[in-house]
């Protein structure tokens, strides 16, 4: 009997079960990525910590990207997987061989593509004047509005520095 009819108790193929399985690891791949550069978000090592305050003005704003640093590779083995799943349905004999590892290598590299495209954030590059003459930049997410001009509270220690509106 061939594999791609053949039936597991339950009526379901092993194709689908594969599926299955590769979607909810990328669910669980995801929920640990939790890197935020929001100046709202504090984590828990962080929560309860004297922190300094400095006070400026903020002399110009610049949108940016955020880009995390490295990727998990989640995104290569569940494209990789799922394009290798998606070609073995194609053709038979050595075509079906060829399909599999071509639709595994396409799946690897759009799911690095998407990957890198869901790392990103938009974000904000502030240069702020401090009240003692000292120039800082900071860039933060873009989750809180700061225009040039405004008085912005610089709160750092234990972690990132970040721009807070007064």
Same mark, same amino acid.
């Given at each position: 009997m061939n594999s791609s009819t053949m039936q597991r108790p339950g009526g379901r193929s092993p194709r689908i079960l594969a599926m299955a399985v590769v979607v909810s690891a990328m669910a669980v791949l995801a929920g640990?990525?939790?890197d935020n550069a929001s100046s709202s978000v504090y984590s828990y090592g962080q929560a309860q910590r004297e922190q300094v305050v400095r006070l400026g003005t903020v002399e110009a704003v610049r949108s940016v990207t955020i880009q995390k640093d490295k990727t998990s590779g989640a995104? /290569? !083995?569940a494209g990789g997987a799922l394009g290798g799943v998606a070609g073995?349905?194609?053709g038979g004999g050595?075509?079906? /061989? !060829?399909a599999t590892i071509g639709g595994g290598i396409l799946g690897a590299v759009a799911g690095?593509?998407?990957e890198n495209q869901v790392g990103k954030t938009q974000g904000l590059e502030i240069t702020v004047r401090?009240?003692?003459g000292e120039t800082r930049?900071?860039?933060?997410?873009?989750?809180v509005a700061v225009s040039a001009g405004q008085r912005v509270r610089l709160i750092s220690g234990n972690g990132p520095t970040r721009v807070v509106p007064m």
């Open positions: 640990c990525a939790n995104g /290569v !083995l073995s349905s194609i050595r075509g079906n /061989v !060829l690095n593509a998407v401090l009240d003692n930049v900071i860039a933060q997410a873009a989750d």
